[in-house]
């Protein structure tokens, strides 16, 4: 199939629990990963985050966009509903990145996880019954065999 560019690619909704908050992604992620740190474990409330990465401004708000708490910095940080709390995306990469918490995709990506990443990190209470991958830290989808325990922040 011909590579099909992000401004004519299909779009996903998503939104958070309350509603306040809608966007609109296109179905045209870099990569998707499971990630198992205790940031993404903290910001979710669950065992590990499934993500997907791509370029920020494939990402549009439809609604909301005043509603958004930030934690973090302008060029990184997770980007929750203000009201209901939900983790909606996380602005990674020095800002040119959007990581988008697939929890809140109201439509079926073409992408699915590859791999669990920061499995170091891993709950005890949680064991990994795929097949996927396990990286003991960081790895880019693009490059597994690079795959490197990586000090600093997690995605
Ligand atoms: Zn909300
Ligand atoms: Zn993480």
């Known amino acids: 199939m011909p590579s099909v560019g992000e401004a004519s690619a299909r779009q996903l909704a998503g939104r958070c629990l309350c509603g306040s908050v809608r966007y609109a992604v296109a179905d045209a992620f870099d990569y998707c990963l499971n990630c198992h740190c205790g940031n993404c474990r ?6 590990f985050k499934p993500f997907a990465g791509i370029a920020r401004d ?3 708000l439809l609604e909301g966009e005043d509603q958004l708490l930030v934690f973090g910095e302008p060029d990184g940080h997770d980007a929750h509903c203000a ?8 602005v990674v990469r020095d800002g040119a990145f959007v990581h988008v918490a697939l929890g809140t995709l109201q439509d079926d990506p073409t992408i699915r996880p ?3 990443i920061f499995v170091g990190s891993k709950a005890p209470w949680f064991t990994i019954a795929d097949d996927l991958p396990q990286y003991e830290g ?12 990586r000090a600093g922040r997690a995605p």
């Open 42 to 47: 903290r910001t979710t409330g669950s065992a």
């Open 58 to 60: 494939a990402l549009r």
């Open 83 to 90: 009201k209901c709390g939900s983790l909606l995306f996380s």
């Open 114 to 116: 590859t791999a669990h």
């Open 138 to 149: 960081h790895v880019t989808a693009h490059d597994p065999a690079s795959a490197q325990p």
